[in-house]
């Protein structure tokens, strides 16, 4: 399943409630995702440009480096949407996809928070 995800909304993904904020970059043709650092479950949050998988990020118990924060990605590595697979508690366990809008967060870094 793949979700579109609104900017400064929430949304809710397997049990958890979370919402995107933008914080801006330095140069306008730039991407960063920042995922969060701590989750109750280990959580892979798989990051697909247009030539297929850029980079993964993991957080909570037994995470590896990088945790939370992306790279700083060109806009140039992105189509039209960034897709962001997210599997939870192992890596076989595939929970949603998420699309976001390349050009709404173009220039921005992007938060993804919990509320919980």
Request: aromatic share 12%; charged share 20%.
């Amino acid at each position: 399943m793949v979700r579109e995800i609104p900017v400064y909304e929430p949304f809710s993904m397997d049990g958890e409630t979370y919402e995107t904020v933008l914080s801006p970059l330095e140069n306008s043709k730039q991407i960063q995702l920042v995922f969060p650092f701590q989750t109750t479950y280990w959580t892979r949050f798989k990051i697909i440009g247009t030539n297929g998988p850029l980079e993964d990020i993991e957080a909570g118990p037994g995470a590896r480096v990088p945790i939370g924060v992306s790279r700083i990605f060109n806009v140039s590595e992105f189509g039209p949407s960034i897709f962001v697979e997210v599997f939870k508690r192992n890596p076989r366990t595939y929970i949603d996809t998420l699309k976001v809008k390349t050009r709404s967060v173009q220039g921005y870094s992007i938060h993804f928070l919990t509320q919980n």
